[in-house]
T-cell receptor, first 110, second 114 residues
C-alpha cells in the first residue's frame, strides 16, 4: 500500500472550514484514499473515501488532485467536536487491512 | 446506529498475569479485526478473522497473545503473561464486505500493566 504524509498538527477556528492535506505520491491506479478520525479515548471513525473523483457526504468532502498524488479532507464548518486525530490511508479496494500512520492532530479553537 | 461492543473498557493487571478482552461485532459482519494502539501512535493490526477463520495474524506476538472467534460472531483476545510493554489501547473493528465502505471500531479496552 502507498505511504502517506500528513502534517503532525493543525489548528482551525470554530465555524471555519478545516482543510487537512495528505500526500500520497506513490499511489497506484487502483488504490483508494480513505479518511478516518479518532476522537480522544474512542475508536477510529470512518469519514469518507474516494478513488479519483471528488466525494462529499454528510461529514466531509474529499478533494483528490488530478494526478492523485495528494488529497484534502474538508470539514466545511468545524465545531469543537471535530477536534481529533485524522488519518489518511491509501489501500486497495477490498484490501481489508487498514494501516494507520500517526495522522494529523486537528484542534478546533473557540 | 449499530455498534461494536468491547469489554472491559479499562483493565489494570500485574505483570505476568493473564488478561482477556472481549468483542462483539455488528450483527452480520463477517470480518473482525483486533488492533493495538500504543499512546501517541496509530492503531496496528494484530489479527484479522473472516467468520471463524484467522486470515492474518502475522503481527500477533504468538508466544503470549492468542485470539479466537469460535462461532464466527464474538471474539476474545488473550495475553498471557502480560508484560509492561503491552500497556496500550486494544481496539476491535468489524466490516461487512471487506471494509470497502468503512470499518466500524469499538471504543476499545485500555490496558495498563503494572
Amino acid at each position: 500500500d502507498a505511504k502517506t504524509t500528513q502534517p503532525t498538527s493543525m489548528d482551525c477556528a470554530e465555524g471555519r472550514a478545516a482543510n487537512l492535506p495528505c500526500n500520497h505520491s506513490t499511489i497506484s491506479g487502483n488504490e483508494y484514499v480513505y479518511w478516518y478520525r479518532q476522537i480522544h479515548s474512542q475508536g477510529p471513525q470512518y469519514i469518507i473515501h474516494g478513488l479519483k473523483n471528488n466525494e462529499t457526504n454528510e461529514m466531509a468532502s474529499l478533494i483528490i488532485t488530478e494526478d492523485r498524488k495528494s488529497s484534502t479532507l474538508i470539514l466545511p464548518h468545524a465545531t469543537l467536536r471535530d477536534t481529533a486525530v485524522y488519518y489518511c490511508i491509501v489501500i486497495y479496494f477490498g484490501n481489508e487491512k487498514l494501516t494507520f500512520g500517526t495522522g494529523t492532530r486537528l484542534t478546533i479553537i473557540p | 446506529e449499530a455498534e461494536v461492543a468491547q469489554s472491559p473498557r479499562y483493565k489494570i493487571t500485574e505483570k505476568s498475569q493473564a488478561v482477556a478482552f472481549w468483542c462483539d461485532p455488528i450483527s452480520g459482519h463477517a470480518t473482525l479485526y483486533w488492533y493495538r494502539q500504543i499512546l501517541g501512535q496509530g492503531p496496528e493490526l494484530l489479527v484479522q478473522f473472516q467468520d471463524e477463520s484467522v486470515v492474518d495474524d502475522s503481527q500477533l506476538p504468538k508466544d503470549r497473545f492468542s485470539a479466537e472467534r469460535l462461532k464466527g460472531v464474538d471474539s476474545t483476545l488473550k495475553i498471557q503473561p502480560a508484560e509492561l510493554g503491552d500497556s496500550a489501547m486494544y481496539l476491535c473493528a468489524s466490516s461487512l464486505d471487506g471494509g470497502d465502505y468503512g470499518y466500524t471500531f469499538g471504543s476499545g479496552t485500555r490496558l495498563t500493566v503494572v
